[in-house]
């Protein structure tokens, strides 16, 4: 089955540079969760312990609101080709500016804290990257196969993920742990820079803007008041009611992949007999588990529609994921290779339609805006689990606490899911801008100069 029939080489390439774009894009992301983690004490100091990591992943989190709220105004008025070659030229540099930080023996404290800082700004160009190139493979996506689409897209990150467990894997044996620590994560972030820069030049060279868009985007600017464009519109002016919908149900999917994921990861490093070797090998199976079934996701939503797709998957997520948490974390009777594989998909596997459903939400003058922003924004409190985690441990225990986010985020997975539209059948035989022309509300179809 073709992705692409029919489309021009420029569609083409918009579509297949979505999915290796953000293959890319989630290397750069995933590379301090597993990556820099056994060699924390070279740019941290030798009594660096998990904290110094969860801050190096936080500062990149709280860069990605920003950058998405910047970078998707930028892209709705400018275009999503030309703004997505500046986010990945931001990313780049910043990833290989961090394989050039020197170590803590030879600046101290400012080597982690050059980390910190490099970690934030390239979640700002991070976040410039997905928001633009992602609504961009959404609108010259043929409309059955949108769902598809969204379902590799999104299936990059959990291959990116996998590809650093199993290189860091293999870089521990390969080098040693001595010779790790000092350099040989070094050569992560080096990987991970010229990436991007390849398809700096991927884009650059074959991608461009579908013109489509572009008509109904200026027709739109024109003939719309200021106060329906951008992002007040997004927060609170017309399009708010789809915003604040989409943000729980992205808050949801958000709390279950840091428990699943970096908390995860975090819990088997600290297990004792657990070496970065091990874990790495753990978590990258899982992620090979979570991708092939991610994959298949954004086109289950199709043939189900996409409420119904949402409802489920979050019901079903709260009931069976604390179960999966309590038999692999708490009583170790299911072994942590199939237990946090399987956590992972029944959690995670939910971001598979996200691609085509928040593109599917916002029409073209807002639509970078309101996909990074509400995809990104709610990255913020779930991000801060290290701070209010030990609080809620405090009052249901270690794994109770997780147990009680998971119920959490499936139930806030359902219940915005269904607040949405049904979105399945004749609506996604359409264009995503007559998708969201279709939906969009009153008050924003209304809202003329």
């Known amino acids: 089955m073709s992705l692409v029939p029919g489309l021009p080489p420029t569609g083409r390439a918009a579509v297949r540079a979505g999915i290796v774009g953000n293959y890319v894009d989630q290397i750069n992301i995933f590379l301090p969760v597993v990556a820099l983690a056994p060699a924390l004490a070279t740019l941290a100091g030798p009594h660096a312990g998990v904290t110094a990591g969860a801050v190096v992943i936080v500062a990149t989190l709280l860069g990605r609101p920003i950058g998405a709220m910047v970078f998707g105004r930028i892209a709705d008025r400018a275009g999503r080709t030309r703004t997505t070659q500046v986010a990945i030229a931001g990313t780049a540099a910043c990833s290989l500016a961090i394989a050039a930080v020197p170590t803590h023996e030879s600046i101290g404290a400012l080597a ?267 990255i913020v409190v779930p991000a801060l689990w290290p701070w209010w985690l030990p609080e809620l441990q405090s009052v249901l225990g270690r794994d109770g606490s997780v147990a009680a986010v998971l119920v959490v985020g499936g139930l806030l997975v359902a219940g915005c899911g269904a607040l949405g539209p049904r979105l399945a059948g004749p609506d996604l035989d359409r264009d995503v801008e007559l998708v969201a022309q279709r939906h969009e509300a009153p008050s924003a179809a209304g809202a003329l100069a």
């Open 112 to 378: 982690i804290a050059a980390v910190v800082v490099l970690r934030f700004v390239g979640g700002v160009f991070l976040a410039g990257e997905y928001t633009s190139a992602i609504p961009l493979a959404m609108e010259w996506s043929v409309p059955r196969r949108r769902g598809l689409v969204s379902g590799l897209i999104m299936s990059m990150a959990p291959w990116a993920q996998s590809t650093i467990a199993f290189a860091t894997a293999g870089l521990l044996a390969a080098l040693g742990p001595q010779a790790y620590a000092e350099w040989g994560w070094r050569l992560a972030f080096v990987c991970g820079g010229l990436a991007s820069l390849a398809l700096l030049a991927y884009y650059s060279a074959r991608v461009a803007d579908a013109p489509q868009v572009v008509r109904q985007r200026e027709q739109a600017d024109e003939g719309r008041a200021p106060a329906s464009l951008g992002l007040r519109a997004v927060l609170g002016g017309a399009f708010a009611g789809a915003f604040w919908q989409i943000f729980g149900l992205m808050s949801g999917l958000w709390l279950m992949t840091n428990m699943v994921v970096i908390h995860a990861t975090g819990r088997l490093s600290a297990d004792p007999g657990s070496d970065g070797g091990e874990v790495a090998l753990v978590m990258g199976i899982a992620s090979v588990a979570q991708a092939l079934v991610m994959s298949l996701t954004g086109h289950w939503s199709t043939l189900l529609g996409r409420r119904r797709f949402f409802v489920g998957w979050g019901l079903g997520a709260a009931v069976v994921a604390p179960l999966l948490w309590a038999g692999t974390m708490a009583t170790q009777v299911v072994p942590a290779v199939v237990g946090v594989a399987l956590l992972q998909v029944v959690t995670v596997c939910g971001y598979g339609p996200v691609g085509a459903y928040l593109c599917e939400r916002f029409p073209a003058h807002v639509r970078s805006t309101g996909y990074g922003t509400a995809y990104s924004l709610s």
